[in-house]
């Protein structure tokens, strides 16, 4: 499971490096595409170890201060990524913002990787985890994670197609301004129609901010989950 996540990390990385070596104008593509490819690499990296990596460690581990201290940085991870997913990248106004806060978070996201790596992964290897399961359940959940969100994104953009397709109210309106009348039965020849994944209990000396953390790793609730930001992105 370890290799896995070092793994993302290293994807993260790679996107974020190429996106600082981009022209702003001439690639603004690629680098919006980038950014899109950040966002969701982390939103499932995160729920993976707030689901199963940090629940595990804490059964075994006596001192818990790293894992708690992992779990409140991911609050400011979560925090960056929904509020870059609210941005509207081709609004002049949002560009400089947009680079502004994926800095940041990525900046954030290499401090915490570092300290993940050096600290807190070499801890949990000598912990006494079960690490062919973590592994299976790892592969399995990042699927649905992945399955789930996309299924959204779907739903998504099929409903703004319909939405646009969709007559306007003042098409329906009559020259004044009133609601056209509606077309009667006789006239239409057509009558009336009806219209989680828990954890275990944690031992006390790991109680805390894990709480939290397991509070947003229930369902696909989270904004912050791999849809697409808005504007135009590659996937």
């Known amino acids: 499971m370890l290799a896995q996540l070092k793994d993302d990390h290293q994807r993260v990385k790679r996107a974020y490096n190429k996106y600082r070596r981009l022209d702003a104008e001439e690639d603004a593509e690629i680098r919006q595409g980038l950014v899109q490819q950040v966002l969701d690499e982390l939103s499932v990296h995160a729920r993976l170890e707030e689901e199963l990596l940090y629940p595990a460690a804490k ?66 290897m000598k912990a006494r985890l079960d690490w062919l399961a973590l592994a299976r359940e790892t592969e399995e959940r990042r699927t649905e994670l992945k399955g789930q969100w996309e299924g959204e994104e779907v739903g998504e953009e099929v409903g703004e197609r319909v939405h646009a397709s969709s007559p306007d109210e003042n098409d329906r309106e009559g020259g004044d301004g009133t609601m056209a009348p509606a077309e009667s039965e006789s006239e239409s020849g057509s009558g009336k129609g009806g219209t989680s994944r828990g954890e275990g209990d944690s031992s006390e000396d790991c109680d805390g901010p894990a709480e939290a953390a397991a509070s947003r790793a229930g369902g696909g609730a989270r904004r912050s989950g791999p849809r697409a930001a808005r504007g135009s992105t590659a996937r």
Do not use: G, N, W
């Open 59 to 124: 059964k075994q581990l006596e001192d818990c201060r790293q894992i708690d201290e992992a779990e409140v940085e991911h609050e400011m991870l979560h925090l960056l990524i929904d509020q870059l997913r609210d941005l509207d990248p081709e609004a002049p106004s949002h560009e400089q913002e947009q680079h502004a806060r994926f800095t940041v978070l990525c900046e954030y996201t290499l401090h915490h990787v570092k300290e993940e790596e050096r600290e807190m992964f070499p801890q949990l």
